[in-house]
């Protein structure tokens, strides 16, 4: 079992920046991929930021250039470097890992944290 620990979330004026980070734990080299989810009320969960082992990123369209998602591979910390962050960025943010790069694919998440709020005023 793993456990992911986010923080670095709060609030913080369009334009600006927020730097999350998911401290996992437990069984952590079963993880190959570490990414990040985002949720508004009412809306489902959105990918914003993937990275796997060996060094391949995504992004969701909306983020791309503002956003930077990186793993330490050693101890399998993930990171979400957030700049020019927008009103329509405010949720909450969930670190999620993935074992297989087949359960990534297909977006079976393993793992996720308990997520942590970015709210982003104007």
């Known amino acids: 079992q793993v456990q992911l620990v986010e923080s670095g979330g709060g609030l913080v004026q369009a334009g600006g920046s927020l730097r999350l980070s998911c401290a996992a734990s437990?069984?952590?080299?079963?993880?190959?991929?570490m990414g990040w989810y985002r949720q508004v009320a009412g809306m489902p969960r959105e990918m914003v930021a993937a990275?796997?082992?060996?060094?391949?990123?995504s992004y969701v369209h909306s983020v791309e250039g503002r956003f930077t998602v990186s793993m330490d591979n050693g101890n399998k910390t993930g990171y979400l470097q957030m700049n020019s962050l927008k009103d329509e960025d405010t949720a909450i943010y969930y670190c999620?890992?993935?074992?297989?790069?087949?359960?990534?694919?297909?977006?079976?998440?393993?793992?996720w944290g308990q997520g942590t709020q970015v709210t982003v005023s104007s």
């Open positions: 999620a890992a993935w074992t297989t790069l087949l359960s990534f694919i297909q977006r079976q998440v393993t793992y």
């Open positions: 990275a796997t082992n060996g060094g391949s990123i």
């Open positions: 437990g069984s952590i080299d079963s993880i190959n991929v």
